[in-house]
């Protein structure tokens, strides 16, 4: 049996996923300027995502302390973090 069969990882989160993904749908529900395609939407969330501590979390009470970092510093690095790849995928799409 390999490692991932013995294991249960479903649980082992990284909040800093959910935290990208509320932000960037967020600040792209009113902004027309940026394209919306698939490529450059999981283009921001990586990029975004690469810029920032990753924030894992295990169990129930990791949730529940995880969901307590919305109004921290944190999520401000992470807000700030969704804005520079807006920015970034809006000037340089990976498509035509």
Known sequence: MT???NYNFDNL???AE???LEDLERE???NNKVCKCEECILDMAAY???SIKPY??????GTLYAHAIDNTDYAWEVKKAVKEAIKKIQNNPAHD
């Open 48 to 50: 975004a995502l690469n």
């Open 56 to 61: 894992y979390r295990v169990s129930l009470m």
């Open 3 to 5: 490692f991932k069969e």
């Open 18 to 20: 959910r935290l990208v």
């Open 28 to 30: 792209l529900v009113s």
């Open 13 to 15: 989160v990284n909040e």
